[in-house]
């Protein structure tokens, strides 16, 4: 019925807290990688990279509440719960479908947006750990 309010009310906070850490335009860390292609007959490679900010992490969960609630509301308008006139959402209309309503998204909408924001901290996590497994900087001669 209603139950991709959640996540969008989530993605409007995380959308308007991405937009005041973009605002302060911290910009982000450099890193030098070095890793060795020996092993495939090239020689040892060096890049520079940007160790991804937490702003680009959190674009990564807008991204996936924004996308999840757009196609659970396409689904919604598809099944005619949602319509584009007043009061906008068929069970609103009556209190005893206005109760069930609150009842799901209560249910099944904290329970969606908990999902996307597991996942997205187990993104974050793995993130985390493969920059912290990269091979350190090399001093460089010279």
């Avoid at 584009?84 to 329970?111: K, Q, R």
């Avoid at 924001?117 to 497994?133: F, P, T």
């Amino acid at each position: 019925m209603a139950c991709f309010l959640v996540p969008a009310a989530e993605a409007v906070i995380t959308t308007v807290v991405y937009y005041g850490m973009k605002s302060k335009g911290k910009n982000p860390k450099q890193m030098n990688v070095q890793y060795d292609r020996t092993q495939f007959n090239c020689d040892k490679k060096s890049e520079e990279t940007e160790k991804v900010s937490f702003a680009k992490k959190l674009k990564w969960l807008n991204n996936m509440l924004w996308g999840g609630s757009a196609l659970l509301a396409f689904e919604h308008v598809w099944h005619g719960e949602v319509v584009p006139w007043f009061p906008f959402l068929t069970n609103a209309a009556n209190s005893a479908d206005a109760a069930e309503m609150l009842h799901e998204m209560s249910t099944a909408g904290v329970s969606m947006a908990v999902v996307i924001s597991a996942v997205w901290l187990g993104m974050v996590a793995v993130s985390s750990v493969i920059e912290k497994r990269t091979p350190k900087a090399q001093p460089s001669e010279g």
